[in-house]
């Protein structure tokens, strides 16, 4: 099992940055890819970002790829997603994942653990 508990969202204006954190626990936390996603109201779970269990491979969406990072720093079980240069059409609850694998994959359905989501806010 992985617990994972996401912070940092909260309300930004548009183009500001905010910064959301993972925190997991449970089994081994270095031996799992992890990944973003975020839902919109009355839309569809959407991938967002994932990264390999080492950090060396990340995977983006187009819609964020040169805005966010994801990075993971596995000597303190944590993951974060950096949000640049925010939009009003980023405002979404966002979920922090962990797959039972090594290797990041971008469908939702791919990871087995899943934290309780944050809100993030970006008004225009």
């Known amino acids: 099992q992985v617990q994972l508990v996401e912070s940092g969202g909260g309300l930004v204006q548009a183009g500001g940055s905010l910064r959301l954190s993972c925190a997991a626990s449970?089994?081994?936390?270095?031996?799992?890819?992890m990944g973003w996603f975020r839902q919109a109201p009355g839309k569809e779970r959407e991938f967002v970002a994932a990264i390999a269990w080492n950090g060396l491979r990340t995977y983006y969406a187009d819609s964020v790829k040169g805005r966010f990072t994801i990075s993971r720093d596995n000597t303190k079980n944590t993951l974060y997603l950096q949000m640049n240069s925010l939009k009003p059409e980023d405002t979404a609850v966002y979920y922090c994942?962990?797959?039972?694998?090594?290797?990041?994959?971008?469908?939702?359905?791919?990871?087995?653990?899943w934290g309780q989501g944050t809100q993030v806010t970006v008004s225009s």
């Open positions: 449970g089994r081994t936390f270095s031996s799992n890819a």
């Open positions: 994942a962990a797959r039972g694998s090594m290797f990041p994959k971008d469908s939702a359905n791919e990871y087995d653990y």
